[in-house]
């Protein structure tokens, strides 16, 4: 990686970009960040996690968040149409704040794109394109890129970073390794007027007989999704319209919740996530956001991990050197891997299986010992924090595992697993 960056494009202006444009902004960089105006009339990445708080404060946006949101005091995961489990934020007992929000998605791009604005962060809108220069891996914006911007940076900028999303652009160019998650599912969803209501106005999180589904409480609106593998799509229609309605209308938990409801855009969908670049930097470019790697819907933790990754990459950009960026994509790369766990006890039906166990043995001494404990880093999960208290790790890891193994030797349940996997 070069030393002594003073100029940097920013490919992208979504979230991850246009935060690390203000936080570079503020340490003094020339910055400029090439962004696409028009967007989609819905985007995903509605729920917020507590863990992201903190930085929106250090941002300077949570009041305005705060303003077209609605406020997500915790998260609600059912088992089947019936059975709701509740996790306030508060049973954390962290160090994160209890609430996060659920926020038009639309609304909360155009905040951190206007705080970037008015703190003086230079936009362009054009898609960047890159080319090689022939020197290794390195990389430069294409000279009708350049000439579209009237040479802001006198030349080539000294750093490029990659903050484009699912576009991956850098990854995509250099056809950089990636680690594809196992789950091919494709996403589907919309806003949705006068479904059940949901009040206090926490996620709800459906396991459902194929696939799952979200319901996020929106102002005046909910966002639902559902999460399919695509072999059981194909039967439901030909459109992607016709494919959510009717699945809509075919799973009973989905009929339960929004029957009474009406449509009210158009419906979007999402497919090929889990795809994660296994290269974070390069001679002078680096990556950021879900252009470095996107896990999972499942849990939230899209935004707050690309925001998160453009805060630590502030730190170094500058002065960094080849350690420090190293030392960023090892992170990076493991904090990915720490969430991949979590995710996995999701779809492989561990979760719900401890929280079947949990219900059958809740009159139990063990029961009564163990149900705080449970209560507190199952909350973790939802509120961000569980990735990062290794305690908190090491005792999911264990009651999603080993416990619920070593309960089953021992007959003190003879539930399986695979029947509460998401198929
Ligand atoms: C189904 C699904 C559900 C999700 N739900 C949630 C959720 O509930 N909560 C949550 O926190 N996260 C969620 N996410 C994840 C979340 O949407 C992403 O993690 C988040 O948008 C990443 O932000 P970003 O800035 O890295 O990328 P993006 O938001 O994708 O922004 C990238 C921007 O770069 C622009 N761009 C691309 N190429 C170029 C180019 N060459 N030149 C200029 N501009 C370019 C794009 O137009 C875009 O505006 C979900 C994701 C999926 C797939």
């Known amino acids: 990686m070069k030393k002594n960056i003073k100029t940097i494009a920013i490919i992208g202006g979504g979230p991850s970009g246009c935060a690390l444009a203000t936080l570079l902004n503020r340490r003094g960089f020339k910055v400029a960040v090439f962004y696409v105006a028009k967007r989609p009339e819905i985007i995903v990445g509605e729920s917020l996690v507590p863990a992201i708080i903190p930085m929106l404060r250090e941002l300077g946006i949570e009041d305005e968040v705060k303003s077209y949101s609605t406020y997500k005091p915790g998260a609600s995961v059912w088992v089947n149409k019936d059975e709701e489990a509740t996790s306030p934020f508060g049973f ?15 609304n909360f791009d155009k905040t951190v794109f206007d705080l970037a604005v008015r703190e003086g962060v230079q936009f362009f809108e054009q898609i960047a394109k890159i080319e090689k220069t022939g020197n290794g891996d390195e990389l430069k914006l294409s000279d009708e890129t350049i000439k579209g911007i009237n040479d802001f940076f006198k030349g080539q900028p000294d750093l490029i970073v990659d903050a484009s999303g699912r576009s991956r652009t850098i990854s995509r160019f250099l056809n950089l390794t990636t680690k594809n998650g196992y789950r091919k599912d494709i996403a589907l969803f919309s806003h949705m007027t006068g479904t059940e209501k949901i009040e206090p106005f926490n996620i709800h999180l459906h396991r459902l007989e194929k696939g799952w589904a979200w319901r996020i409480p929106l102002p005046g609106r909910t966002s639902v999704g559902v999460v399919i593998n695509p072999k059981h799509l194909e039967s439901y229609g030909a459109t992607k319209e016709e494919r959510y309605d009717n699945y809509l209308k075919s799973e009973p938990t989905l009929q339960k919740f929004t029957s009474m409801g009406k449509r009210d855009t158009a419906v979007m969908q999402y497919d090929n996530y889990q ?85 059958d043995r809740m009159d139990t001494a063990l029961g009564r010992k163990l149900g705080p404990q449970f209560q507190k880093h199952l909350t973790r999960i939802f509120s961000g924090e569980a990735v990062y208290v290794g305690y908190s790790r090491r005792f999911l890891n264990f009651v999603t595992g080993s416990m619920l193994t070593l309960m089953k030797v021992g007959r003190l349940h003879n539930r399986n697993i695979k029947d509460l996997e998401i198929k």
Do not use: H
């Not at 954390?92 to 639309?106: D, F, I, K, Q, T």
């Not at 899209?302 to 190293?326: C, H, M, Q, V, W």
């Open 92 to 106: 954390g007992e962290g160090s994160l704040p209890p609430y996060a929000y659920n926020v038009p998605r639309v």
């Open 275 to 359: 795809v994660i670049s296994q290269k974070m930097y390069g001679t002078n470019w680096v990556l950021t956001g879900d252009a470095g790697g996107f896990l999972d819907p499942i849990f939230s933790s899209g935004l707050f991990l690309a925001i998160k990754g453009s805060f630590r990459l502030a730190n170094i950009i500058g002065d960094g050197t080849n350690p420090e960026y190293s030392r960023y994509q090892k992170e990076q790369l493991l904090e990915l891997k720490m969430w991949q766990r979590l995710v996995d006890t999701w779809y492989s039906g561990s979760l719900f299986t401890l929280f079947k166990v949990g219900q």
